[in-house]
């Protein structure tokens, strides 16, 4: 074996030493690599730089030491060194801090080593930006924002490294007791609804470990108050009659309430009524209206609370309540001469009118003028009957000639607003059956007992005049046949044949008439209606002029023991139940009733009783609307209206499956017949979506928005991953309320393939849910963009570097790095990585943005790159035995670049065995760079020869320097 020739260091050539120190005998040859001293020290670094891709990445780097094999790297704010930030080993000649550094001057310092043996420091210092300042963007300075369809949706430009951002706003450029919010994005809707005026905003950013930037310069934007309501119904015409009061309005989006008002005047001095917190867009008082001229006028308030203008101060209109009863008995032309007027039926001394729609009861005037200015009587009635009782009842005397009138009364105003005057009757009752003889037995009963809805009604024999009538659809008007001998009449109304209670209020009435109706001055103005279709009974008792077999009056029918001769008839008062009931359309939001007035419900051809129509009208309505057709308590709304309609004035109404109904109520506050329940499902519009929606690709930080709705007070807004459209609480990951109409993610939405599922529904003013609204679209995250290395490209194993692109929001990236064999994982900071070493094999690399959470924002794509970490070595010299004329040919291990007669020489041994002469050749690279010819010019001598490299010149495609500074010759 030969032995290894040791290496030689040239004046001329730099002749560069392996980490390790061995021989290595190629195809019969020896090559060797000369150990350092474990007493040297390598050179320390040169050429210190600092590169600054952005103010969180210094990127560190030097030149590398002759013979190094680590670098010794130190960071510290202090120049002595003495509380490092950072101090960290490497192989590689770059440096970039995983973590952030304090503010301002930082000192750095680089050392090489070498088995342990550590060089000289080389000091640097550079600067640490502040973090970067945010620049708002959105809205711009002094924008004003019309309401509700602007919210405040504020942006701004990212502060590199930035974890989070804290915005302020306020109403005051002091920025005293501003509000303050924290996100991860770059922008941030406003959450709560702030009331119309100038707002100023700044934000601060802020990086991991607590450093904050200065704050960004003020920027600003005005609220815009929200329109006023455009008045719909009445129109604006004062000499436009209007009969029933409803005022109706455009909702206005952003409003929760509106305050009505109605005045006589214009300038609104003098006050009808005043309605606040409406919710409804429709509004009916609950109290009639008087006639005159009025004046209307409506305002929203915001969210926020804060009213707007007036709609209009000059929305007028007149309420007048035209129509006026028809007298129908007894009547009789004014023009008609005093002696030409005919008597009237005697025995038929009642008064009767038609009835009019929304009267409540009546007042009945009679008068011996037909001016009414003298002796004029006036009596009051929930009836169209008046029967007077005796002959100063509203009544005058047979034979004598008065004049009579009747007009409306509607409650529940006070007292009743009188309505308009009928046409005047000018009118006589003839002289009645003269009283006769009393009969012989004191049992005896009155005879001919009959009911019907009318007076005329009650003395027709259309009327009831069987024991037990049945149904009659009001309070009944009575009649009887006159009893000779009956001075008076004593009238009884009970609940049960015993006559043990009563209905009326009273035992008895006492009347001379043989025509009986209920009064206003009576206990009772009506009758409720019968329970469970049991009957009411009535009694007529006589009273004598003179006592029969000792008694005044016939026979007491209270507590009386069902003698079967007892002349007791019943009724059964069923009136007929509401007709006509209609809503508005149930996608509305406040939903409008209306069903016929009671006039015309009673004046229905199905409501007919005994030949004759029923004749009451309502004083109010009672409406329920409930989620269940049983009405159980506690019911959803009840009200009390005074017109055929209603709009709930202080609540909304839940969404889903409503029932409703109504009763009339009578001048004695009755509950007449329920109608049969109504059924609607009231769904209202969901909101409409405005971005991002149709599967849409989006950044991850992209606000949601959607238009505002009428009647919200705010929404709730959900995000949920996995396209699930199910909506399952485990895909769910944003469920927030805010008020207005726009939602940005406080942090990123990681990238996904899989579309995310979004929604959004309008809580409103009375806190109902409205229906969800959903749409899709894909997160795009935020992804980082690979600089470096290219696609393909090769990296050296102890100098490789990895630069990106900077996400906004991100906190920290994750750099993978991974080949056939392994995955290597880094986290940083910053936007660049230098590994100390990398093996030899093929490689994809690849970014992840991570956001404060370490949840992930966002992975650029994957590129790939390779590292040849092993240095080129000289595998074979041939020929194995050397003649005059031989070609000496290299062959290493892999192809290599810069070999040339400068690099390569061949050199031949004195006589003391030391290479000092330089043989004269050619040398060719053959094989791509695998092989080197070596060609001497002459022939060869014979003596012994060695090859010599130049080895920091000669390098793989890598840049891996040979390692071999000699080959050893076979001698010749």
Not at 22 to 39: C, K, R, W
Request: proline share 8%; hydrophobic share 35%.
């Amino acid at each position: 074996m030969r032995r290894l020739v040791p290496a030689v260091r040239s004046r001329s050539r730099r002749v560069v030493t392996a980490s390790l120190g061995l021989a290595v005998a190629v195809s019969g040859l020896a090559t060797a690599v000369p150990t350092a001293s474990a007493a040297t020290a390598p050179k320390a670094p040169t050429a210190l730089a600092v590169r600054l891709p952005n103010s969180a990445t210094p990127v560190l780097t030097w030149e590398r030491s002759t013979g190094a094999t680590s670098y010794q790297i130190q960071i510290d704010n202090d120049s002595s060194f003495s509380s490092t930030e950072i101090s960290e080993n490497t192989r590689n000649a770059r440096y970039v801090p995983t973590r952030n550094l304090t503010r301002g001057t930082q000192n750095w310092r680089v050392r090489s080593e070498r088995g342990g043996v550590y060089s000289a420091w080389t000091t640097g210092t550079f600067t640490v930006s502040p973090v970067t300042v945010p620049v708002p963007t959105a809205p711009a300075n002094g924008a004003v924002l019309p309401q509700p369809d602007a919210p405040p949706l504020l942006r701004w430009q990212t502060s590199r490294g930035a974890v989070s951002y804290t915005v302020e706003v306020d109403g005051d450029a002091d920025f005293i007791g501003a509000k303050s919010y924290t996100t991860r994005t770059t922008s941030f809707a406003v959450p709560e609804a702030l009331p119309a005026g100038d707002y100023f905003w700044k934000v601060t950013a802020t990086l991991e470990g607590g450093f904050n930037s200065q704050p960004s310069p003020t920027s600003s934007f005005v609220l815009n108050a929200l329109p006023s309501p455009r008045l719909t119904y009445p129109i604006d015409d004062i000499n436009v009659a209007i009969e029933d009061v409803v005022f109706d309005w455009e909702p206005v989006p952003g409003a929760i309430t509106y305050d009505l008002q109605v005045a006589t005047d214009s300038t609104f001095n003098n006050f009808a009524f005043k309605a606040d917190n409406l919710y409804g867009s429709r509004y009916s008082p609950a109290t009639t209206l008087y006639n005159d001229q009025f004046w209307w006028r409506v305002r929203a308030v915001d969210l926020a609370g804060q009213p707007t203008a007036w709609s209009t101060a000059r929305f007028s209109f007149q309420r007048k309540w035209p129509q006026y009863a028809q007298a129908q008995w007894p009547t009789g032309l004014l023009s008609t001469p005093d002696a030409s007027v005919a008597p009237s039926d005697g025995d038929k001394m009642f008064f009767q009118w038609s009835p009019v729609k929304h009267a409540s009861r009546y007042e009945l005037a009679v008068a011996l003028d037909r001016n009414f200015s003298s002796s004029t009587r006036t009596c009051i009635t929930a009836s169209t009957t008046y029967a007077p009782r005796d002959g100063s009842d509203c009544t005058f005397s047979p034979g004598t000639i008065f004049y009579w009138k009747v007009r409306p009364l509607d409650d529940p105003y006070p007292g009743g607003l009188p309505g308009v005057f009928s046409d005047i009757q000018k009118v006589k009752w003839g002289t009645p059956r003269a009283i006769g003889t009393p009969p012989a037995s004191a049992d005896s009963q009155v005879a001919g007992l009959r009911a019907s809805t009318t007076g005329v009604g009650a003395m027709s024999s259309d009327s009831c005049g069987v024991k037990a009538c049945g149904s009659i659809s009001t309070t009944p008007v009575l009649s009887w046949d006159k009893m000779d001998g009956a001075s008076s009449y004593l009238v009884y109304y009970a609940n049960d044949a015993n006559f043990t209670t009563t209905p009326a209020g009273t035992t008895y009435f006492t009347t001379t008439n043989n025509v009986f109706a209920l009064r206003d001055s009576d206990p009772k103005k009506a009758l409720p209606e019968s329970q469970a279709g049991l009957p009411y009974f009535w009694y007529v008792r006589p009273c004598w002029t003179q006592n029969v077999e000792g008694s005044p009056c016939g026979p007491d029918p209270v507590s009386n023991r069902d003698d079967p001769t007892l002349g007791w008839h019943s009724f059964v008062k069923t009136s007929p139940a509401v007709s006509g009931l209609q809503s508005s359309d149930p996608a509305g939001s406040d939903i409008t009733f209306t069903w016929n007035d009671y006039y015309d419900t009673n004046q229905a051809a199905g409501n007919v009783t005994f030949a004759y129509p029923g004749q009451q009208t309502a004083k109010q309505y009672r409406i329920q609307v409930d989620d269940e057709r049983s009405f159980a308590e506690p019911l959803v709304d009840q009200a009390v209206v005074d017109q055929a309609t209603y709009t709930a004035g202080d609540r909304l109404y839940p969404e889903g499956r409503l029932y409703w109904r109504v009763q009339a109520i009578d001048a004695q506050d009755n509950g007449l017949t329920w109608s049969d329940p109504v059924e609607l499902v009231k769904s209202s519009p969901a909101p409409t979506l405005l971005s991002p929606i149709g599967n849409a690709a989006v950044a991850g930080a992209a606000p949601l928005q959607w238009a505002p709705q009428p009647f919200a007070r705010s929404y709730e807004v959900e995000v949920y991953t996995n396209g699930d459209t199910a909506f399952s609480p485990p895909n769910r990951v944003i469920s927030a309320a805010v008020s207005n109409p726009a939602y940005s993610p406080t942090e990123p939405l990681p990238a996904s393939s899989t579309p995310y599922v979004w929604r959004v529904r309008r809580i409103d003013s009375r806190g109902n849910q409205g229906p969800w609204s959903s749409g899709t679209f894909v997160s795009l995250g935020s992804a980082p963009e690979p600089l470096a290395p290219a696609a393909g490209a090769m990296q050296a194993f102890d100098g490789s570097y990895f630069e990106w692109s900077d996400v906004p929001g991100a906190a920290s990236y994750q750099l993978s790095v991974r080949s056939a064999t392994e995955n290597l994982l880094w986290t940083t900071v910053g936007t660049a990585f230098a590994p100390s070493e990398l093996h030899t094999g093929s490689f994809t690399w690849q970014v992840t943005a991570l956001d404060a959470s370490g949840r992930r924002l966002g992975t650029s794509a994957a590129r790939s790159f390779w590292v040849d970490a092993d240095a080129p070595r000289v595998k074979k010299v041939s020929p194995g035995k050397l003649t005059p004329k031989s070609t000496l040919k290299v062959t290493f291990s892999e192809a290599v670049k810069g070999a040339s007669k400068k690099t390569v020489t061949l050199m031949k041994a004195n006589a003391k065995g030391k290479f000092k002469t330089k043989v004269k050749a050619k040398v060719k690279v053959v094989k791509k760079g695998r092989q080197v010819l070596i060609d001497p010019k002459g022939r060869l001598k014979r003596g012994t020869y060695q090859i010599v490299f130049t080895t920091n010149r000669i390098k793989d495609r890598a840049g891996n320097k040979l390692v071999d500074v000699t080959a050893a010759v076979p001698g010749l």
